[in-house]
């Protein structure tokens, strides 16, 4: 049986709740950002217990945040990068601490180092669900400017964390010094060895969901831009379409008709199961001017529609061991292959948005100078 509460139990609980100071934690934070000297200075003046629940309140934070945010439908990818994050944590805090134990000598003082692995860990606990949170809007409004700002808030704990560690733990201006000086050869050191051990970096592990998801659904799709774009015909009767698709500088007689519209009715089939499955607008708009496409291009071709076009070009060709004199070449249709340009262009447009967004991750070239000749060489080249 349940026991039943009673009015002193409750007032217990509670009492002891308000003795953890949680509210108290919640303010820190403020200072965290704006104010870290004072927040440490708090840090130190508090007692064990007061430290635990200070770290159990934020870690609690990180852990609402991502299991509010997250959904079944990007959990995978969501955990990826956080994982990724936390991992790319480790190495960087290490540098940190190397860098202030190359400042600090001969004078190595072993609480300077145990405080930046708890800095390392606090800046990771307290950035990362802002970090969730325009991941989260990124997702729900498919808007490349929240995934911009979420790249940004890494590179933000990084500066943080890095002057940070300056302030507290480096006095002279002498060592100061060493320190921007290691830290920025510790950094080259390690980019330039996860380069060449052919380690990625950092913004590969940021997939592009709603361009994956259209990736794997539009896997059963035969020809997604190949379309008919002239008719050749002989005293009235056609023999054989050209094709091609936007990227195409030459239209050319690549498939046998029957082949082509017999994919195309695949196509149609296909592209009627997907729309369903589309997870985010941008791929169900995709998806659903593809479909228009298909129908327009077996509409013209049914009900030849193709005949109302004017001839553009007389010529005479050989095809098919017999050689046609008078031929006629006219458009297949304006329209379909105008939509075709359209959804194509729309696709390089929406991968050319996720690019520039990417693009944030080069104010990491401030504090690592290996990015910097990273993006030198790769403009040269």
Request: glycine share 2%; net charge positive.
């Amino acid at each position: 049986m349940c026991k039943n509460f009673s009015y002193d139990d409750i007032q217990k609980w509670l009492k002891w709740f308000c003795e953890l100071n949680i509210y108290n934690h919640f303010k820190e934070i403020f200072n965290f950002f704006f104010h870290p000297m004072i927040f440490w200075i708090h840090y130190d003046k508090m007692s064990a217990k007061d430290k635990i629940v200070q770290f159990i309140t934020y870690a609690g934070i990180y852990i609402i945040i991502f299991l509010l945010c997250g959904t079944y439908s990007h959990a995978v990818d969501s955990i990826k990068v956080l994982l990724t994050e936390l991992l790319s944590i480790i190495p960087f805090v290490l540098c940190i601490v190397l860098s202030i134990v190359f400042a600090q000598i001969p004078n190595i003082k072993n609480e300077s180092i145990s405080r930046c692995v708890l800095l390392g860990v606090y800046s990771y606990l307290i950035f990362i669900p802002f970090q969730i949170l325009f991941l989260t809007l990124f997702y729900n409004s498919e808007n490349y400017l929240f995934y911009a700002i979420a790249c940004i808030v890494s590179i933000v704990a990084e500066i943080y964390m890095i002057l940070v560690s300056l302030r507290m733990f480096i006095g002279s201006k002498k060592r100061k010094i060493i320190y921007v000086c290691a830290i920025l050869s510790l950094f080259t050191i390690v980019d330039l060895s996860m380069d060449k051990l052919g380690f990625v970096s950092r913004s590969t592990n940021y997939t592009d969901i709603i361009a994956q998801e259209r990736f794997e659904l539009g896997k059963s799709i035969k020809n997604p831009y190949m379309i008919p774009t002239h008719v050749v015909s002989n005293n009235g009767e056609v023999i054989f379409y050209l094709y091609s698709s936007p990227i195409d500088s030459v239209a050319e007689h690549k498939y046998s008709e029957k082949i082509y519209f017999e994919e195309l009715k695949s196509d149609i089939d296909s592209i009627i199961q997907i729309i369903p499955k589309t997870k985010y607008k941008t791929n169900h708009d995709f998806f659903n001017s593809l479909y228009i496409l298909k129908k327009s291009i077996n509409n013209v071709h049914t009900n030849k529609l193709y005949k109302n076009n004017p001839i553009i070009k007389n010529d005479t060709i050989w095809h098919d061991k017999y050689t046609y004199t008078s031929i006629d070449i006219r458009e297949f249709s304006t329209e379909c292959s105008q939509l075709n340009t359209d959804i194509l262009r729309k696709e390089i447009q929406y991968q050319t948005t996720f690019e520039n967004a990417q693009k944030v991750w080069y104010l990491r070239c401030l504090y690592h100078p290996y990015i910097l000749y990273k993006i030198y060489k790769d403009m040269t080249e």
